[in-house]
């Protein structure tokens, strides 16, 4: 299945199982996305979400190694960026403030991704220089796990 508006979007993955990140971040990839990570630490996350200039959307893991991403969350809710967690619990451990939003169980099929930029006013036209097409080349890749 084709997924065009996810052509372009910079998509950042924070899950702390590597193979469901790396799956999850190949077929985003293929699908014309451009992937920040993945990343498996909440701390190195952080990090990266600060530098990361435009994020375009956030898949964010609830549980990353014992800690909750919620503070990671909080951030990209400031700045605006859609989330979708991802998690292998009880969808409703989410606190109230995130009650209503995009949830997955694991793995979060593309699909998840593509209705949530669906959903969301994510359709403005991206700048000429996205890299889209180009691979995964120049995006933070050195997620430890």
Do not use: H
């Amino acid at each position: 299945m084709s997924y065009p508006m996810l052509a372009g979007r910079r998509l950042l993955v924070v899950e702390d199982e590597m193979l469901i990140a790396e799956e999850l971040a190949e077929r985003l990839n293929d699908a014309g996305a451009e992937i920040i990570g993945p990343i498996g630490w909440i701390d190195e996350a952080m990090a990266v979400a600060e530098q990361s200039g435009r994020i375009d959307a956030a898949i964010l893991d609830v549980n990353l190694r014992g800690e909750t991403v919620f503070p990671l969350a909080d951030a990209m809710v400031a700045r605006g960026v859609p989330l979708l967690f991802v998690t292998g619990y009880d969808m409703a451990s989410l606190p109230p403030r995130f009650a209503g939003m995009p949830c997955s169980g694991k793995p979060a099929p593309v699909s998840a991704v593509a209705d949530l930029l669906r959903s969301v006013e994510c359709r403005a036209p991206l700048p000429a220089s996205t890299g889209a097409g180009q691979g995964r080349q120049g995006v933070y890749s050195g997620g430890r796990y």
